[in-house]
């Protein structure tokens, strides 16, 4: 019964097998864009769009630098990021291919299906001395790779440092156990190389620390002796990498934040964010536990959003809490006292606690509640615990081991094919999500902006407004959860000023200048709609004061616009005022020397103060730059 599985999952099949379906699973992501974070590490990232040029500033500076492009907005996610190997990677592929979203996924694509093939191996060389352990790698291998929670790591291009950082950790183990093996300590160099690489991809490797000397503790002769050696040899790296990453992030232990977005654990209690109570806190955060462990064994409605509040505010007399409490312990005492019994078994829980505590948010803040790329690292865990039980089910009940295997293998594999087409787009990934996550600020935040990109443009005025309106709803609904996020109402202004209610926009923009002064995009939203509204005041209502009021407001915000200060001579003069007419145009010449309508419109404001000198001296100059400017006026 077993051999037959066994016969199944002979290493040489496995060994293009496991490569072959990662790159089939995810090959319909080849046509998908640019979406989510990709902005920040590629498509608006400076450091990646100068290419190889800007591998340098990639190393010595925070993973958001290059987009922020301000030092004190590098660190606004808690703990600061420090993530370049995934960087420089997409900083040579630019300088190759330029921005080129199918070469970026298809990168992304082979380096998941190298992973999957390196954790097959080392799974493979991990499990050779045990009792079915050929089985047990060949399933849990499968698992892992056609798992649908995977889908966000690999089917957006930013994903890849997950991926990166597991790739070389689980490396740095298979290396590790092969000294063990063998006694060269070329393979430990090797291991302690593959775990720095694996640390500048991601900081979640540095839990490999404690898994790769418990793996040899556990499967290998030397025992505890060989453990703590190979541990205090990885040691190396890890410290060499937090020497670097301090010295570039020197503020990385701010004090948590205060704002929902990069904070989680805040509560609106009386105009004003405060923090959670501490059972508040932890009994919010166990629940997440449980969430987790429930996608993964029934991955049915996966997001790629789990900010505030698609988690609600938990305690601990909600009964989801309790439940994931009892569960974790138990798998713990589970693992601990049956080390020398069930070893596959107990591993399989401590690999999973061990790599999913750096984000689990007891020990630190990670800036959110949860997220599924959290789960790429620990789900090899889950991968063989589940193999590990199929398995024995197989041993013991043939068809019903085959019958789950097989229902396992369709399910995963159809979920991971159809949740890729979900990240085709911003639009797509948004609008999809937002049936799942409907309670989060983030992704209804998100998603209002793309409807108003996707809309703003539209010739059709009715369905322009149509879809204002729906983007108004959950901007509205956002600020219902979050009532003092610049981020929508700075979207709902938008969305107001493109349905021409420049009233409305004008106010929201106000509205977060008055939260947020030094709000840059609300200070020039503000200066252009002020300049639009003054424009239709004078065009449309024929209101000449509001027009230089508005169009004066706007000039006060942005004195470097040049529409605006055509705008204010033109409302000047048409009150009369050629004096501020001519003050405004000659602003205007300092600044654009060759505009011929600037120069004849000079002239004909001399002309009626009756300075006939000065009227022809613009007027000259006006006719050297347009010979014709005399018939088009």
Request: aromatic share 14%; proline share 3%.
């Amino acid at each position: 019964m077993i051999n037959n599985l066994n016969n199944l999952l002979e290493a040489k099949r496995m060994n293009w097998f496991i490569p072959v379906l990662a790159i089939l699973l995810y090959a319909n992501t080849l046509t998908n864009g640019f979406v989510l974070d990709d902005g920040i590490v590629i498509t608006e990232n400076e450091y990646t769009q100068r290419g190889i040029a800007g591998i340098w500033d990639i190393l010595t500076t925070d993973s958001f630098t290059g987009f922020f492009k301000e030092s004190d907005k590098q660190n606004l996610v808690s703990g600061g990021r420090y993530r370049p190997l995934s960087v420089v990677l997409y900083a040579i592929e630019y300088q190759i291919f330029g921005k080129n979203a199918f070469m970026g996924h298809l990168f992304t694509i082979l380096w998941y299906a190298l992973l999957c093939f390196i954790l097959y191996k080392t799974l493979m060389l991990l499990l050779v001395k045990i009792e079915n352990g050929v089985v047990i790698a060949g399933l849990s291998s499968i698992i892992f790779t056609i798992h649908p929670i995977h889908t966000e790591a690999v089917a957006n291009i930013k994903g890849r440092d997950e991926i990166l950082a597991l790739l070389f950790s689980v490396l740095a183990l298979y290396l590790a156990v092969k000294w063990a093996d063998l006694g060269k300590r070329k393979y430990l160099a090797f291991s302690a190389v593959s775990l720095f690489l694996g640390l500048m991809a991601k900081e979640n490797s540095i839990t490999f620390l404690g898994v790769i000397p418990l793996a040899i503790w556990l499967f290998r002769d030397g025992g505890l002796k060989n453990a703590i050696f190979a541990g205090s040899m990885l040691m190396i790296p890890a410290i060499v990498f937090i020497f670097i990453r301090q010295s570039i992030l020197s503020n990385a232990f701010a004090a948590e934040s205060m704002e929902l977005m990069n904070n989680p654990f805040l509560k609106f209690v009386n105009d004003r964010y405060v923090p959670f109570t501490p059972a508040e806190r932890l009994a919010t955060i166990i629940y997440t536990w449980g969430i987790y462990l429930k996608i993964l064994l029934f991955p049915l409605v996966l997001t790629h959003d789990y900010y505030p509040r698609h988690i609600p505010i938990m305690n601990f007399s909600d009964f989801q809490v309790i439940i994931s409490l009892f569960v974790h312990i138990g798998l713990a005492i589970y693992a601990i006292f049956n080390l020398n019994k069930s070893k596959i078994l107990a591993f399989a829980i401590l690999y999973y606690f061990m790599t999913f505590s750096i984000v689990s948010n007891l020990f630190f803040p990670i800036g959110t509640n949860m997220a599924e790329r959290f789960m790429f690292m620990p789900s090899v865990g889950f991968a063989l615990l589940l193999g590990y039980a199929i398995a024995h089910l197989f041993s013991k009940y043939q068809q019903f081991g085959a019958g789950l295997l097989l229902i396992l293998f369709s399910f995963y594999s159809v979920k991971t094919f159809t949740r890729n087409r979900t990240w085709k787009d911003n639009y797509t990934l948004f609008s999809t999500d937002i049936k799942h996550s409907p309670e989060s600020v983030k992704l209804l935040n998100a998603f209002g902006g793309s409807i108003i990109d996707k809309y703003k443009e539209d010739k059709d005025e009715g369905a322009k407004i149509k879809a204002m309106d729906e983007a108004i709803g959950y901007l509205k609904k956002s600020m219902l959860i979050h009532p003092v996020f610049e981020g929508s109402d700075l979207l709902f202004g938008n969305a107001l000023y493109f349905k021409k209610d420049y009233e409305g926009a004008i106010a929201k923009y106000r509205k977060i200048l008055t939260y947020a002064p030094d709000q840059k995009n609300a200070k020039n939203n503000l200066a252009f709609t002020l300049r639009e509204y003054g424009k239709y005041a004078g065009e449309t209502l024929q209101n000449l004061d509001m027009a230089l009021a508005s169009l004066s407001e706007s000039y006060t915000l942005n004195q470097t616009d040049l529409e605006t200060m055509r705008l204010l001579a033109v409302a000047y003069g048409m009150k009369g005022q050629h004096d501020k007419v001519i003050e405004i145009l000659l602003q205007i010449l300092q600044k654009d020397d060759k505009n011929a309508n600037v120069f004849f419109n000079l002239a004909k404001a001399y002309s009626f103060k009756g300075d006939s000198v000065n009227e022809k001296l613009y007027l000259d100059k006006a006719i050297a730059l347009d010979p014709n400017i005399l018939k088009g006026n």
